[in-house]
């Protein structure tokens, strides 16, 4: 059984891309690939292939590595941070890029995964913004929401004006007092 290449043609049988190493772990991994995305996948790593030669084996075997890799514990790590990473945020940045490379918006060929997991983790960022504003939203709502009971006034007296204003609360009970006691005389 022959097999060609659909990014640089080369054509070969079966068993002479099984012979070399790189490209028998590239075939197991790609084996492995969730059904979904195995196609996609396969497409984006032909972005990575130089114009004027092909993609080697080694190059193909460590990109996939690289996705699989992060494919399997559901995360990427992107500007020093995990972000979380499911299979369906895989789909829409895998299609977002081959869009982009297919309406000649890229400059080809790619050197890492940085512009995918960039589109990944402005995904996640954006969920975790709307669940944070959900809960902000659910905390307002609480606190008009919580029945008005009777608060205390702030003190905002320290205790030295608070001494004066009860020395002259005194005096002005017992200037009324006095006062009070003459009228009734």
């Not at 292939?49 to 992107?78: N, V």
């Not at 490379?101 to 050197?111: H, V, Y």
């Not at 983790?121 to 307002?140: I, N, P």
Request: proline fraction near 5%.
């Amino acid at each position: 059984m022959k097999l060609r290449c659909p990014h640089c043609g080369h054509s070969a049988e079966l068993l002479d891309f099984a012979n070399e190493q790189a490209a028998r772990q590239v075939v197991m991994i790609t084996a492995d690939l969730p059904k979904p995305i195995g196609r996609p996948i396969l497409q984006y790593i032909g972005l990575f292939k130089p114009s004027s030669r092909s993609l080697s084996w080694e190059r193909t075997l460590k990109l996939m590595q690289q996705l699989k890799h992060d494919l399997d514990r559901g995360q990427i790590t992107r500007h020093g941070r995990d972000w979380a990473a499911p299979l369906d945020y895989w789909t829409q940045a895998l299609t977002t890029v081959l869009d982009k490379a297919n309406e000649g918006k890229l400059t080809l060929p790619l050197k890492n995964h940085g512009y995918l997991y960039e589109i990944i983790s402005s995904q996640q960022s954006s969920v975790e913004a709307r669940e944070e504003q959900k809960l902000e939203e659910k905390r307002q709502q609480a606190q008009h929401r919580a029945p008005k009971a009777q608060t205390e006034q702030p003190d905002y007296q320290s205790d030295g004006a608070r001494q004066a204003g009860a020395m002259a609360l005194d005096a002005v009970h017992k200037t009324l007092g006095k006062t009070s006691k003459r009228k009734t005389k």
